[in-house]
């Protein structure tokens, strides 16, 4: 049985950073693409990060590029998103997410492509 258990969320002020982590515990077979979602309160969750199994190949959101960095251990089946210069609207609940794939460099931005779902850490930036 796969879960994926994720760490790291807090209460932060805007300007600093906090790194998430998301380990995957019981084994995707063949390569697994791994991403961040979020969900703010009263608002759909949204797509943030994702990593190929080749863990070169990203993509982030357009609000959160050149802030966040999405990482992946392959050797850990772990990934860490690294967010730097968080801003009040960073705020909510982050959602770590895996699904099998047949190719070393693809990643996924749409939730319905994920199998695999943690079950969210929060994070709180206040202004």
């Known amino acids: 049985q796969v879960h994926l258990v994720e760490s790291g969320g807090g209460l932060v ?11 995957v515990s019981g084994r ?13 309160p009263g608002k759909e969750r949204e797509f943030v990060a ?5 863990a070169i190949t990203t993509w982030h959101a357009r609000n959160v590029k050149g802030r966040f960095r999405l990482s992946r251990e392959s050797a ?15 705020t909510g ?5 895996a699904t099998p794939t047949s190719s070393t460099t693809s990643y996924y931005y749409n ?6 779902w943690g079950q969210g850490t929060q994070v709180t930036v206040s202004s």
């Open 13 to 23: 002020q805007a300007g600093d950073s906090l790194r998430l982590s998301c380990e």
């Open 50 to 54: 994702s990593v190929a199994w080749d």
């Open 76 to 90: 850990k089946n772990t990934a860490y998103l690294q967010m730097n210069s968080l801003k009040s609207e960073d």
């Open 111 to 116: 939730e319905y492509e994920y199998t695999y």
């Open 28 to 40: 995707i077979p063949g390569y697994y693409v791994m991403g961040w979602f979020r969900q703010a």
């Open 93 to 97: 609940v982050y959602y770590c997410a």
